[in-house]
């Protein structure tokens, strides 16, 4: 795939960029490394007065940073301000509790003394996606950089220019040259780095095919790994659940980023007591956006990021209903220079249809309609994925005990799945493994170093 500019809303090239060539990567590898062995020794206050600088940096550019990111990947310009606001809450949330997060653990053993103390282990590559380009790595540099590691972001080629003006806010901060280096190369050529001696482990946010050649890599040379992929998010509507607000939400987790969003809610699951109306209201609303200009703040559906990812979810719309799915509203790519897709319900889904198991990635969602709340557990487990949960019950204890059956690494009542800097981010089976934010996220990639102090008297 060439790294370049594609504006989503006209299909044209804005920017081209050269891909760096292989010694121009070993030769900012090296310098990672080399400012590790310095950026390593230096104190968490320094190190948080950077991020708290890009933070700033961020906010005070929010305009023009968002303005990007909707160029490049068509996401609301709204949207796109607000991942920069979250992206420097990132940045600042870090800053604030490395110190406490990553400080010695004493322990009590029946002999001597010995704590548990938290230390860099070197460079790490972050292989990033288009979807959340400054939300992505945030979540990702912020927590590595207070630990004392050093990065290497390898962006997605959609947002190169994502790419440029990230490593711009930390030179602008005043960061070390080599704390942050961002790498303008292909895929491929990112999996082929996991080798790299000098490169101390790797985090990924994308497919499972990627996810599964960096994971192999990693596990090739013993590298630790951490895998955030995608997700098929159930939304259940038990039948004492606010319609109502089952509805709002249910359609702003569907089209959140124009609904390629790794936790969007996919699969909406009601109780049969309840679906019909669910369903009417949900159809209406959908029905109802309104679709266009990303820049525009009237727009409240964008177009997908790319011509390949409109072709592939198209096609997995024609198989599902070639395989007996139906469609309730929409399925077609809308009649304009764009990469638009019209908003889609697809109903009748049986474990056979293609839409059943794959990531839908778009403003595609699938309905079933069950008899009870055992059925809606059933339904939401039978997934190769396990990102996200959505529950809607006004028994907020009847919630929690249907979170507790299912198999997802996070599970919200009354709310879609969401991010902040302060509640872990991460999945299960097919949708990878490790965590990323809060203090969770910051234990990844560190050396819990034990040592130990013995009395000259203690025994042998």
Not at 10 to 27: G, H, P
Request: overall charge negative.
């Amino acid at each position: 795939m060439p790294i370049q500019t594609v504006n989503p809303f006209t299909n044209k090239v804005v920017k081209s960029f050269e891909e760096m060539t292989d010694k121009t990567v070993d030769t900012l590898i090296a310098k990672s490394a080399k400012t590790f062995t310095e950026w390593r020794e230096t104190s968490y206050k320094q190190r948080a007065d950077i991020l708290h600088k890009v933070a700033k940096l961020m906010r005070e550019k929010k305009e023009s940073l968002a303005k990007i990111i909707t160029l490049e990947m068509g996401k609301l310009i709204a949207q796109a301000e607000g991942e920069i606001v979250l992206g420097a809450d990132i940045f600042d949330y870090y800053a604030d509790n490395a110190a406490e997060f990553l400080a010695d653990k004493q322990l009590e053993p029946k002999l001597g003394s010995a704590l548990v103390r938290c230390s860099p282990i070197g460079v790490i590559l972050g292989v990033e996606p288009w979807n959340f380009p400054f939300y992505q790595v945030a979540r990702f540099a912020a927590p590595n950089i207070m630990v004392g590691n050093t990065v290497l972001v390898k962006h997605a080629s959609l947002v190169p220019q994502c790419a440029v003006a990230i490593e711009e806010l930390f030179n602008e901060a005043g960061a070390p040259n080599g704390v942050y280096t961002n790498l303008l190369i292909s895929g491929k050529r990112a999996s082929a780095l996991v080798s790299d001696k000098r490169i101390k482990g790797v985090s990924l946010t994308g497919s499972e095919a990627a996810g599964a050649s960096i994971a192999a890599e990693a596990g090739k040379h013993l590298k630790k790994s951490v895998l955030e992929l995608g997700g098929s998010d159930a939304f259940i509507i038990l039948d004492d659940a606010d319609i109502d607000k089952a509805v709002e939400w249910g359609v702003i987790g569907r089209i959140n980023n124009n609904g390629e969003c790794c936790i969007a809610s996919k699969r909406f699951i009601a109780v049969e007591a309840i679906a019909d109306e669910f369903i009417k209201k949900f159809k209406e609303k959908l029905s109802n956006l309104v679709v266009g200009d990303p820049m525009d703040s009237k727009t409240e559906l964008g177009p997908l990021s790319s011509e390949d990812a409109i072709v592939h979810l198209l096609d997995q719309v024609k198989r599902s209903v070639d395989a007996g799915a139906k469609v309730l509203i929409g399925g077609k790519r809308m009649d304009n220079p764009g990469n638009f897709m019209e908003p889609t319900i697809l109903t009748d889904l049986t474990p056979e249809i293609p839409a059943y198991y794959e990531e839908l990635f778009g403003p595609v969602a699938s309905f079933y309609r069950v008899k009870n709340e055992q059925e809606a557990i059933d339904l939401a487990n039978d997934s190769s994925f396990g990102l996200g949960c959505s529950i809607f019950t006004q028994d907020i204890e009847r919630g929690k005990s249907v979170a507790d059956k299912i198999d997802a690494g996070m599970v919200f009542i009354n709310h879609p799945t969401w991010t902040q800097s302060d509640l872990p981010f991460g999945g299960t089976k097919g949708s990878g493994y490790g965590r990323e934010l809060s203090e969770l996220g910051i234990q990844e990639f560190v050396n819990k170093k034990l040592i130990r102090v013995s009395g000259l008297s203690d025994p042998l």
